[in-house]
């Protein structure tokens, strides 16, 4: 069976491990964390939305100016974004041939859409949980007893 690359995420903390057959556990092989992922909207940004003035009917007025994307939605585009350079960098030097993705919900999205054609293809299973502060043993139970095998699709 070909190398499969297990990635356990959420948007603060990424776990990459390797799994060297279809029913063995899994091994660890790298870390990666986002600590402003875990702060809050006001430790991120440092002041409010500015002020646009202008003059209405009778008189002038100011509103606030919104942000297209709140602080911590791109705090997590970011780290999806990290997270999937060093994916498909990967994908390309073939340290991996599939790839299973097991990521919080919201997160799982991001990473998808950041994963180049060619990593994307490797993709051969996604789960939707939250499992980053699981051990491995625990996670390995979530997953299928025999993991997909890219040869066989």
């Known amino acids: 069976m070909p190398k499969t690359w297990?990635?356990?995420a959420d948007s603060s903390r990424a776990r990459l491990f390797l799994a060297d057959s279809a029913s063995s556990p899994?091994?660890?092989?790298?870390t990666f964390t986002h600590p402003a992922?875990?702060?809050h909207e006001q430790e991120i940004t440092s002041d409010l939305p500015g002020k646009q003035n202008g003059k209405g009917i009778n008189g002038s007025?100011?509103?606030?100016?919104t942000q297209e994307t709140d602080p911590k939605h791109q705090e997590a585009i970011n780290f999806a974004r990290e997270v999937t350079q060093h994916l498909n960098k990967s994908h390309s030097k073939n340290k991996f041939r599939q790839l299973i993705i097991v990521a919080a919900p919201n997160f799982l999205g991001l990473l998808r859409d950041n994963l180049n054609h060619n990593t994307r293809r490797s993709l051969t299973l996604q789960l939707d949980?939250?499992?980053t502060q699981y051990k491995p043993a625990d996670i390995r139970k979530h997953l299928p007893e025999y993991l997909p095998n890219l040869e066989l699709h």
């Open 6 to 8: 297990i990635l356990v």
């Open 26 to 30: 899994l091994v660890e092989l790298e």
């Open 37 to 39: 992922s875990r702060q």
């Open 61 to 65: 007025f100011a509103h606030a100016m």
């Open 129 to 131: 949980k939250n499992l």
